[in-house]
């Protein structure tokens, strides 16, 4: 349970009480969009805002990183337990790293039905308790399976919810595959007020030429780089104590280098 005191505690983060900003990360499943999107929230943490993380995938490990390796209760299976309804809005939401608000939308049992299917049931649920009203987020990042751009896995993207897109690839074809469907879908919709592509980041595999691969991609796209992930020994160090590196410590290199990123981030509005 949340208490007064955690909430009270959060809503004293940061003072930029009333604006709030909702950014999808979107990925081929496996590319490190999850580890990207915790460090980023845990940099935006430390920079003292108020961030929400919403894992958008049936493995619900979005948040594993945020909360020292404990798996919160998804969403689906707080409605599975309890007939379809939600108990309260502290039910499906557990604060961690800083106070980043964490929730995993999780998915139905597998071959039972449409694992988007999550996404949309924890969307409504967070709407029914006034989720953001409640904890004032001056940051919300989807965490969101980007294999397939269709039903729930498209939520995000639509009016209402995320106003920009970050992806996250690295120089392997099928990454650059699957993000080239996501900025695909932002085009198709763009006249239905859907969430606006604001770059790419890249997370590298050592393939070679990478980066000249990847920058040639979002030319293409007619998008930017907002930041290269070097491969680092560091980011797994970090992960086997259930944490970020930028938890882990801050003044490593490649702390440094996700929190350029999400400085970036931060600074820029939305078009």
Do not use: W
């Not at 594993?64 to 919160?72: A, E, S, V």
């Not at 996404?119 to 987020?137: M, N, Q, R």
């Not at 392997?172 to 859907?194: H, P, Q, T, V």
């Amino acid at each position: 349970m949340i208490g007064v005191s955690e909430l009270n505690a959060y809503h004293a983060l940061s003072s930029d009480e009333g604006i709030m900003k909702k950014i999808a990360i979107y990925g081929k499943g496996g590319i490190g969009k999850s580890t990207v999107t915790s460090t980023l929230s845990a940099c935006m943490a430390d920079a003292g805002k108020k961030v929400m993380q919403i894992g958008c995938d049936p493995k619900a490990d979005s948040t594993f990183n945020l909360l020292k390796g404990r798996q919160i209760v998804p969403a689906m299976d707080v409605l599975l337990a309890n007939g379809g309804v939600c108990p309260s809005l502290d039910s499906v939401v557990q604060l961690g790293y800083k106070g980043i608000a964490c929730v995993e939308a999780g998915g139905p049992t597998p071959g039972s039905g449409c694992a988007g299917r999550g996404i949309v049931k924890t969307f409504d649920v967070l709407e029914e308790f006034d989720a953001f009203g409640v904890y004032h987020p001056d940051y919300v990042l989807f965490d969101v399976l980007g294999d397939v751009v269709c039903g729930g896995f498209a939520t995000p993207l639509r009016a209402g919810y995320a106003e920009e897109v970050v992806i996250v690839t690295s120089g392997e074809k099928m990454a650059l595959y699957a993000a080239e469907n996501i900025a695909k879908a932002l085009d198709n919709f763009a006249s239905r007020g859907y969430a606006k592509l604001r770059g790419i980041i890249l997370n590298c595999r050592s393939v070679p030429n990478e980066e000249e691969i990847v920058r040639n991609f979002a030319q293409r796209l007619n998008t930017e780089i907002l930041g290269i992930v070097p491969r680092d020994d560091n980011i797994q160090k970090a992960e086997d104590q259930g944490m970020t590196v930028e938890e882990m410590d801050s003044q490593l290199p490649i702390s440094h280098t996700f929190q350029a990123i999400a400085k970036k981030i931060m600074d820029c509005g939305v078009a």
